[in-house]
């Protein structure tokens, strides 16, 4: 209920004061009863609105209702003047009236007086009747003075309520969690205010004063047209976490708050809008709070926003990414499916490639030697089918090197000509200034061949074939436009074709595996798959465009090599011879495993065999001299294949090390290539690759031992080797996972004089770094679990100008942008070479 409104609809006479006696308020009988308006009155003291005058010559009016508010002030109880005189405003000028006024004292919870109740009663008929019956009250006819008393008394009783009331209002208002206030008028007088708004707003003096002089600072807010707005048009306004500039308590800065709130309008009798009630909370914590985790939610919302951007973009994006979805799926399918079969497979025709090769040698008669090489022609088919699919799957082993892509196309040029046949004209195009691009050169040729097949087929063996080599910038722009596409240069191989081309509807699908073109028993449909893959693993971009009768053409983007081409020794080309040395094999699998024996053992070796880690470690550990470590990748047991090929390389630092495997399961491949240093024989071989590979294997570890003893030198305490200047009082922090090449650079980086700290790995490598103060890093890149690259960039990160040399047989442009200012040694590297890279890195900059 609202008891404010109720008294000013009430027909007795109500003023409210401060203990100031400042008037506060009135209500509508009290000011149409003294012929006053709020605003001339509200605000002053109550003998400056209501002052002496001849109305009352000799002040006694006045001294009476001073001695009665002081009453109330001192006792704190309720003080009556039964009969005061005080003249009223009239149209004549001013009219003589009797009043009969009650002051009550409206305490605080401390007890003090805060407000003062004035009630006052118009007698002036009442004193009239009592001149015009004689002197006194006695006179007045007794059942006259009994009504109007009782009618006194009633509604005395009445007004008591009535301020047992309001004051129970006050003191919920006042007590009340929300903030609260109500303001009279067209200018929004504060008539009440609780504790919660003074403490909100920063203020205490807002009683009696407009809103607009008593919180300035909401100037330039949209409160006070808010306030106007609801008292014009008697609507109520409701807010939700709107922020408000407030003043700080004691300080004249303002805060930001937020405020949910109401502007309820309070109507008189007549409907008419006569002040505003204002009710609310502050809601700034939860507002912040809310606010957070909204970021955090936006931010969420982001990241989901960039994912899935294509998707909103339209219609068309969210097919493609679907599409892009559907792809990735059946790529990480195939490439489970591919690595479990092409294991299991691979295995089995190396038992049948073995024993075929195997009865080649042996005395057979010349009809059997036909039905033999017709088998080892099935399992080279086989092989490529398995290498074919692993392509596509991106799970072949890569050995890229800097090729320069014009040099291969042209030493293509006859292999071509003979795959393509006599009546197709063939066209190469190769720009000047080429570029050197980073990829397998074999597995390059491969995907040309795969290409230009495919490309014969479509024309029906009659046509026209172009292939082209230039360089290419693919910009920002056309990387935005396609999937996977890192802008920057690139070497394009194209080839294009006379023949039919292909359909639209079927375009997006010729590169996945087994879809084709090709009529019924005409192909496998893993030739684009496989160029697909091999593009994709080379971190390249490939894309196709054709037109149906006019022909197709695809080109295919290769990143660009900043290096030197790297030109190395065709091993197929090297005479197939086997030797004396003792070589261990390990593999799992027993049919496999003798097959293998048998081999190595006709061409001459001494072969000893295990099935798993464990027991080759056992065989090397009692003192057998090996010489190579032939050994399956996956195995069974806790010991692996990498893992093997150290130790055995720990204890017998000559040891060469071969792997072979059908799928390698990222055991040596990392990022779609072969580690570096790393040499693998792919399962099924021949007899002549294994002897090639093992004996090219053989050799290149006997010139790396070789290379290595000329450059050791003997660590000089006192005098350094002849020709060297020593740099002493360096910190060297050395990395190299070869045991005898670490030997080796230990005792060269002694001689030229710097103080040399030595690991094994990365993660060491950083130990070591916290625990010494180092100079210089001068690490090999192909380190096991971290790369040298990668331990360069985290020991700049802890020392920024820390000086890097890498010493390593490929990188060097990788090293030179991952690590800025590096110096590049090549391996084998000898004293002369390592004193200038190690001088050069440490010239100030």
């Given at each position: 209920?609202?008891?404010?409104?109720?008294?000013?609809?009430?027909?007795?006479?109500?003023?409210?004061?401060?203990?100031?006696?400042?008037?506060?308020?009135?209500?509508?009988?009290?000011?149409?009863?003294?012929?006053?308006?709020?605003?001339?009155?509200?605000?002053?003291?109550?003998?400056?609105?209501?002052?002496?005058?001849?109305?009352?010559?000799?002040?006694?009016?006045?001294?009476?209702?001073?001695?009665?508010?002081?009453?109330?002030?001192?006792?704190?109880?309720?003080?009556?003047?039964?009969?005061?005189?005080?003249?009223?405003?009239?149209?004549?000028?001013?009219?003589?009236?009797?009043?009969?006024?009650?002051?009550?004292?409206?305490?605080?919870?401390?007890?003090?007086?805060?407000?003062?109740?004035?009630?006052?009663?118009?007698?002036?008929?009442?004193?009239?009747?009592?001149?015009?019956?004689?002197?006194?009250?006695?006179?007045?006819?007794?059942?006259?003075?009994?009504?109007?008393?009782?009618?006194?008394?009633?509604?005395?009783?009445?007004?008591?309520?009535?301020?047992?009331?309001?004051?129970?209002?006050?003191?919920?208002?006042?007590?009340?969690?929300?903030?609260?206030?109500?303001?009279?008028?067209?200018?929004?007088?504060?008539?009440?205010?609780?504790?919660?708004?003074?403490?909100?707003?920063?203020?205490?003096?807002?009683?009696?004063?407009?809103?607009?002089?008593?919180?300035?600072?909401?100037?330039?807010?949209?409160?006070?047209?808010?306030?106007?707005?609801?008292?014009?048009?008697?609507?109520?306004?409701?807010?939700?976490?709107?922020?408000?500039?407030?003043?700080?308590?004691?300080?004249?800065?303002?805060?930001?708050?937020?405020?949910?709130?109401?502007?309820?309008?309070?109507?008189?009798?007549?409907?008419?809008?006569?002040?505003?009630?204002?009710?609310?909370?502050?809601?700034?914590?939860?507002?912040?709070?809310?606010?957070?985790?909204?970021?955090?939610?936006?931010?969420?919302?982001?990241?989901?926003?960039?994912?899935?951007?294509?998707?909103?973009?339209?219609?068309?994006?969210?097919?493609?990414?679907?599409?892009?979805?559907?792809?990735?799926?059946?790529?990480?399918?195939?490439?489970?499916?591919?690595?479990?079969?092409?294991?299991?497979?691979?295995?089995?025709?190396?038992?049948?490639?073995?024993?075929?090769?195997?009865?080649?040698?042996?005395?057979?008669?010349?009809?059997?030697?036909?039905?033999?090489?017709?088998?080892?022609?099935?399992?080279?088919?086989?092989?490529?089918?398995?290498?074919?699919?692993?392509?596509?799957?991106?799970?072949?082993?890569?050995?890229?090197?800097?090729?320069?892509?014009?040099?291969?196309?042209?030493?293509?040029?006859?292999?071509?000509?003979?795959?393509?046949?006599?009546?197709?004209?063939?066209?190469?195009?190769?720009?000047?200034?080429?570029?050197?691009?980073?990829?397998?050169?074999?597995?390059?040729?491969?995907?040309?061949?795969?290409?230009?097949?495919?490309?014969?087929?479509?024309?029906?063996?009659?046509?026209?074939?172009?292939?082209?080599?230039?360089?290419?910038?693919?910009?920002?722009?056309?990387?935005?436009?396609?999937?996977?596409?890192?802008?920057?240069?690139?070497?394009?191989?194209?080839?294009?074709?006379?023949?039919?081309?292909?359909?639209?509807?079927?375009?997006g699908k010729v590169f996945e595996p087994f879809f084709t073109t090709k009529r019924e028993g005409r192909g496998t449909g893993l030739g684009l798959s496989m160029?697909?893959?091999?593009?994709?693993?080379?971190?390249?971009?490939?894309?196709?465009?054709?037109?149906?009768?006019?022909?197709?053409?695809?080109?295919?983007?290769?990143?660009?090599?900043?290096?030197?081409?790297?030109?190395?020794?065709?091993?197929?080309?090297?005479?197939?011879?086997?030797?004396?040395?003792?070589?261990?094999?390990?593999?799992?699998?027993?049919?496999?495993?003798?097959?293998?024996?048998?081999?190595?053992?006709?061409?001459?070796?001494?072969?000893?065999?295990?099935?798993?880690?464990?027991?080759?470690?056992?065989?090397?550990?009692?003192?057998?001299?090996?010489?190579?470590?032939?050994?399956?990748?996956?195995?069974?047991?806790?010991?692996?294949?990498?893992?093997?090929?150290?130790?055995?390389?720990?204890?017998?630092?000559?040891?060469?090390?071969?792997?072979?495997?059908?799928?390698?399961?990222?055991?040596?491949?990392?990022?779609?290539?072969?580690?570096?240093?790393?040499?693998?024989?792919?399962?099924?071989?021949?007899?002549?690759?294994?002897?090639?590979?093992?004996?090219?294997?053989?050799?290149?570890?006997?010139?790396?031992?070789?290379?290595?003893?000329?450059?050791?030198?003997?660590?000089?305490?006192?005098?350094?080797?002849?020709?060297?200047?020593?740099?002493?009082?360096?910190?060297?922090?050395?990395?190299?996972?070869?045991?005898?090449?670490?030997?080796?650079?230990?005792?060269?980086?002694?001689?030229?004089?710097?103080?040399?700290?030595?690991?094994?790995?990365?993660?060491?490598?950083?130990?070591?770094?916290?625990?010494?103060?180092?100079?210089?890093?001068?690490?090999?890149?192909?380190?096991?679990?971290?790369?040298?690259?990668?331990?360069?960039?985290?020991?700049?990160?802890?020392?920024?100008?820390?000086?890097?040399?890498?010493?390593?047989?490929?990188?060097?442009?990788?090293?030179?942008?991952?690590?800025?200012?590096?110096?590049?040694?090549?391996?084998?590297?000898?004293?002369?070479?390592?004193?200038?890279?190690?001088?050069?890195?440490?010239?100030?900059?």
């Amino acid at each position: 209920m609202d008891f404010k409104a109720l008294l000013d609809a009430a027909p007795r006479n109500y003023l409210v004061m401060d203990a100031a006696l400042t008037l506060v308020w009135a209500n509508r009988a009290y000011l149409m009863a003294t012929g006053r308006r709020a605003e001339d009155i509200l605000g002053r003291n109550i003998f400056d609105a209501f002052p002496g005058g001849p109305h009352d010559p000799d002040g006694e009016g006045l001294r009476q209702l001073r001695r009665s508010l002081q009453a109330v002030l001192t006792h704190r109880q309720p003080d009556t003047i039964a009969l005061i005189r005080y003249a009223i405003p009239s149209a004549m000028g001013f009219e003589d009236r009797f009043w009969s006024a009650t002051h009550t004292p409206i305490l605080d919870e401390a007890g003090e007086v805060s407000l003062i109740l004035q009630q006052t009663d118009d007698v002036t008929e009442m004193q009239r009747l009592r001149q015009e019956a004689g002197t006194g009250a006695s006179d007045l006819p007794l059942d006259l003075e009994e009504s109007i008393f009782r009618r006194a008394e009633m509604v005395s009783r009445t007004n008591l309520l009535l301020d047992a009331e309001r004051l129970h209002l006050r003191r919920l208002v006042e007590q009340a969690p929300a903030f609260a206030a109500f303001v009279r008028g067209p200018d929004h007088v504060f008539e009440i205010v609780n504790a919660a708004y003074t403490r909100l707003v920063g203020r205490d003096d807002m009683l009696g004063k407009p809103v607009r002089e008593a919180l300035p600072e909401l100037e330039g807010q949209p409160f006070f047209e808010l306030l106007d707005k609801v008292y014009a048009s008697s609507q109520a306004y409701q807010a939700e976490a709107m922020p408000a500039r407030l003043r700080v308590p004691g300080q004249d800065a303002l805060a930001e708050r937020f405020l949910n709130f109401v502007f309820q309008p309070i109507l008189d009798a007549e409907n008419q809008v006569f002040g505003i009630f204002v009710l609310g909370y502050d809601v700034t914590e939860s507002k912040r709070n809310a606010d957070e985790l909204r970021r955090y939610k936006d931010q969420l919302e982001e990241m989901v926003r960039v994912r899935t951007a294509a998707l909103e973009a339209s219609e068309a994006e969210r097919q493609r990414a679907e599409a892009a979805l559907h792809q990735s799926q059946k790529m990480e399918a195939i490439g489970q499916l591919t690595g479990g079969v092409a294991h299991d497979f691979n295995n089995i025709l190396q038992v049948l490639s073995g024993n075929l090769q195997m009865l080649q040698f042996s005395m057979v008669a010349p009809e059997d030697q036909r039905r033999l090489a017709t088998a080892m022609s099935a399992v080279e088919r086989g092989g490529k089918l398995a290498s074919q699919l692993l392509a596509f799957a991106r799970r072949q082993p890569l050995e890229p090197r800097i090729v320069h892509v014009g040099r291969l196309v042209r030493e293509m040029d006859d292999l071509l000509r003979r795959a393509l046949g006599e009546a197709i004209e063939l066209e190469t195009v190769v720009a000047g200034g080429l570029w050197n691009s980073m990829a397998d050169p074999a597995q390059l040729q491969n995907a040309l061949l795969n290409l230009a097949v495919n490309a014969r087929d479509a024309m029906e063996g009659a046509g026209r074939l172009t292939i082209e080599a230039g360089n290419a910038m693919l910009d920002d722009i056309y990387a935005a436009q396609h999937e996977d596409v890192q802008p920057g240069q690139y070497v394009m191989l194209g080839v294009s074709d006379t023949g039919s081309g292909i359909p639209p509807e079927i375009l997006g699908k010729v590169f996945e595996p087994f879809f084709t073109t090709k009529r019924e028993g005409r192909g496998t449909g893993l030739g684009l798959s496989m160029v697909y893959g091999f593009v994709k693993q080379s971190h390249g971009h490939i894309k196709i465009y054709s037109e149906p009768g006019q022909g197709t053409t695809v080109r295919l983007y290769l990143p660009r090599a900043h290096g030197a081409e790297e030109v190395l020794p065709a091993t197929a080309e090297a005479p197939v011879e086997g030797g004396r040395e003792t070589i261990l094999v390990v593999e799992d699998d027993p049919v496999v495993q003798e097959v293998v024996v048998d081999l190595l053992a006709d061409l001459g070796y001494t072969v000893l065999r295990a099935s798993e880690g464990q027991a080759a470690l056992n065989i090397v550990r009692s003192g057998i001299a090996i010489d190579l470590l032939f050994t399956d990748v996956v195995m069974p047991g806790p010991v692996r294949a990498p893992d093997l090929a150290r130790q055995v390389q720990a204890l017998q630092p000559h040891a060469a090390v071969l792997f072979t495997s059908g799928y390698t399961e990222n055991a040596i491949v990392h990022g779609g290539r072969l580690d570096p240093g790393v040499n693998l024989l792919s399962k099924p071989y021949r007899r002549e690759d294994l002897a090639r590979k093992v004996r090219h294997t053989l050799n290149n570890r006997r010139q790396e031992l070789t290379a290595l003893a000329q450059t050791r030198l003997p660590p000089p305490l006192a005098h350094p080797a002849p020709g060297l200047k020593p740099l002493a009082g360096k910190r060297v922090l050395l990395v190299e996972d070869d045991p005898l090449i670490l030997m080796d650079s230990e005792d060269l980086l002694a001689a030229l004089g710097f103080h040399v700290i030595s690991a094994r790995d990365g993660r060491s490598a950083l130990r070591e770094m916290e625990r010494h103060q180092v100079d210089l890093l001068f690490t090999d890149i192909g380190l096991p679990g971290m790369s040298g690259v990668v331990l360069a960039q985290e020991a700049r990160q802890r020392v920024p100008d820390l000086r890097v040399v890498f010493a390593s047989g490929y990188g060097a442009a990788e090293a030179a942008r991952a690590v800025p200012g590096s110096v590049f040694l090549t391996k084998p590297y000898r004293a002369a070479t390592v004193e200038a890279a190690m001088r050069r890195a440490l010239e100030p900059e």
